[in-house]
């Protein structure tokens, strides 16, 4: 069955001519998840492996089910060599993404293509034991509704916001109250193996691999949602730091001020310049006599949300335009210091506030310029994304994919 020699392979312990053949196999894998397509020759070139050993291991891993023979190749003149490839049904991966007011769910295959999807289930994050149930309760639901063998899931990756360590699955910031690690609990309720994810992280690979990335190697992520997130890209590879906890770009303490952040600290980038104080912003001047279509359409103004300020902007509510300019201003104060440490290629700006398009990026764009130095700005390119988080969960799907097939030596 491929999806046990997959995690046969992912946690090889063997040792000898064994260990060395399922090796070249790992890495054969590896090479056609980045390429797509190979030959026999290609293939030994790449690895200085003679040509029958690499077609013994192909042909094994054609009998696994893992790759495929996809033809022979149309540009080359005279006898023309058979590509081969991932066989993209062999195994999936699911990546759920736990928003505070709802969770998306998506799955892919081996050859990274969308198989299915479930968007926005309305769902109320809670550091509790039900808000943790829930979460399991909707993972089953949608897996229960999939025409896969549960085997050929390889893996589920769950986001969440706040400190993950991704590589010992303990959650610092929500549902910490059990001793072992959390992904040990999503793992028991589920039956497969699951790790999880910074929601920022996730939401920045998928990102990163949408197409919105060329030729940068060096690229910066900000999610701007309730919170401030920072997803960072270096030499091509997404940077985790020492316990996976790097990007807390939203608790740089860039204000002079007493208003006390989540994290328990005062001055916080957050504290002026996050989705979380927008809503408060709106939330004190409509209460304050303020006037905004906002007042017409909700009853109780704590129901109010960031899209609907959004919405509202978008609808030359003046109120609305004039607190996401200025969440625009003070959030290019902190990106203008990061310009200033990373001298980054390509600065993508995400997330819910992103949706307000230039209302948030120009104020955003002029406040770089004037507290960046110049010559280090203007080798920055900075993009607008409108995907939303769209992307969180395709994003924990990649990145399962590509650390089970990634070389190691």
Known sequence: MSSNFLTDLHNANISGVAYKNIRLKKKILAYFAVHELGTIAELSKEFNVSIPKINESINELIEESLVKDYGKQTSNVGRKPNNYGLEANSAFFIGAQVSHDYISIAMINMKKELVASKDEIPFQLENSEQSLHDICKEIKDFIS?????????????????????????????????????????????????????????????????????????????????????????????????????????????????????????????????????????????????????????????????????????????????????????????????????????LIIIGGVLAKSEEYLSLPLKNSINKYSLSIVNKDTKIVISTHGEKYAPIGACLLLRDRLLAITE
Request: a negative charge; aromatic letters at 10%; proline letters at 1%.
């Open 145 to 345: 509704k999939l025409h896969i063998k549960r085997e050929k899931i390889l893996g589920i990756g769950i986001n969440l916001s706040g400190r993950i360590n991704y590589r010992t699955g303990y959650s610092y910031s929500y549902f910490n109250f059990y001793e072992d690690p959390l992904s040990n609990f999503f793992e028991q309720e589920l039956g497969i193996h699951t790790f999880l994810e910074n929601d920022t992280k996730a939401l920045s690979y998928g990102e990163f691999s949408s197409g919105i990335v060329t030729n940068e190697k060096d690229a910066l992520f900000i999610n701007v949602d309730n919170g401030i997130g920072l997803g960072i890209m270096i030499n091509g590879q997404l940077y985790y730091g020492k316990s996976g906890f790097s990007g807390e770009f939203g608790h740089i303490p860039i204000f002079d001020n007493d208003i006390i952040c989540k994290c328990g600290k005062k001055g916080c980038l957050e504290t002026e310049a996050s989705g979380h104080a927008l809503r408060k912003r709106i939330i004190e001047a409509i209460e304050t006599g303020a006037t905004s279509i906002l007042t017409k359409k909700f009853s109780t103004i704590e129901d109010i949300r960031l899209n609907d300020i959004i919405h509202a902007a978008k609808r030359d509510d003046t109120l609305c335009i004039e607190a996401i300019n200025e969440i625009g201003e003070k959030l290019g104060r902190g990106l203008a210091a990061l310009i200033n440490i990373f001298n980054p290629e």
